[in-house]
């Protein structure tokens, strides 16, 4: 798994999805059975699938994604599911758009 410290800056994950003008690159597990979060991020997120698999739901649908997979996604209300055995690990690098808030995690 994957483990963060944020011992010299506790307060650190409390960056949110964006910050405006820039990006923010974070990597994440989704373990199975994870909690579903519907949510929408004020910004274009290139999400890479680096392990296992995840059912992305969005209000369109839903997609299965699996390692090597990319997404593109454009402030749209979304979830992740992860419905397999094994974790999935996304690296998502988010970028803000023009006039866009930042938005809480």
Known sequence: GIVLDHSENPDAWK??????????FRVIQYNPGVAERWHRTDSIDYAVILSGEIDMQMDEGEVHLKAGDVVVQRGTTHNWVNRGTAPCVIAFV?????????TGW
């Open 15 to 24: 960056l949110g999805t964006t910050i405006a003008g820039g990006s923010v």
């Open 94 to 102: 988010l970028i803000a758009t023009e006039g866009g808030q930042p």
